[in-house]
Each structure stands twice: as structure tokens, then as C-alpha cells.
């Protein structure tokens, strides 16, 4: 009797257009999504009353802001060359006060720091905790505290959660 004889498995080729239509459409969600903005609340855990923000790269614009988040007026312009780049915000009454070092900036509604660059980068100290972020910021008083928006382009959301995470 002769050994039986195992059938080989046929191989079953892929139509290219799906893959190529598939490569399309990741390519065109990918370039949507590093266009899309978000707002992610910092310090979300904790009760902030004080912080101070330092911008590290880039140039930024600190704006002052009505109740509503509209924009009312700039503030300071902030460049790489000033030697002094560190904010200190508080919150009094139901207001921010801004200071730069010593120097009393005023009070405000809301504030927002809005980078002029691409990559504009910055750090936030806040309750004992030094974290740097992407992005432009938003301040405002809420509730008895102060509430910080990062408003930062998804990609580089993902990425910074990523390097902390691996970190970890």
C-alpha cells in the first residue's frame, strides 16, 4: 500500500487594490489626526493654587482672556533671548494674578500662552511636581482653583504619553 500523501495548503493571493486602498486611507487618517487639537486638563488630580510656568523653547505670546475664553489683549511677548522666562501664576479672589519674577503683570480672567513657533515647549511646576508639556496653555480660575488646559496637537499628546509611560 502506498503512504498517503498530504495535501499542501494553497496559498491564496491577496487582491493588491485592497491593501494599497487600505495604505491610503491610514495615510490620509494619519495626516487628519496630527491636525486634530486637544484640550487636556493638567494637574486634573490635585488642587492647584500656584504654579509657576517656564517656556523653554520658542516664542510665545501670553494673552489675556474674558470669563468666556476670548481673547482680549497681549499681555507680554515672550522671546528666547528675555533672561527672564519664569511666570508665577496665583489665584486671588476669583481672579489669576500674574507675576514675572517680583514684577506684579496685573490680574486677569483667564490667561493663555500661545506659542509662535511649531514646537513650542514649556514647564510647569506645580505642587511640588516639575512636568514639561507641547503646546499652548490656558488658565483660568475654577471653583476655588486654578484650571490648566494644554491645548496640544495630537501627535505630540500621544508621543509625550508614551516617553512617560515607557519611563515608568
Known sequence: MAPERRK???MKFINMRFPKFLLLILILFGFQAS???LKVRLFSDQKVERFIITPDS???????LNEEGQMLD??????EANP??????????GRLQLKLGDQLLG????????????????????????????????VRPLKGEIQILNHADLEHYVAGVVEVRLAM
Open 84 to 93: 527672564s522666562r519664569s511666570f508665577v501664576i496665583s489665584r486671588s479672589g
Open 35 to 37: 491636525a486634530m487639537k
Open 107 to 138: 490680574y486677569f480672567e483667564g490667561l493663555y500662552f500661545a506659542g509662535l513657533d511649531t514646537l513650542h515647549q514649556f514647564r510647569i511646576t506645580a505642587n511640588r511636581k516639575n512636568r514639561s508639556y507641547f503646546g499652548g496653555l490656558q
Open 74 to 79: 497681549t499681555v507680554y511677548d515672550i522671546y
Open 58 to 64: 520658542a516664542n510665545f505670546t501670553l494673552l489675556a
Open 8 to 10: 499542501e495548503p494553497q
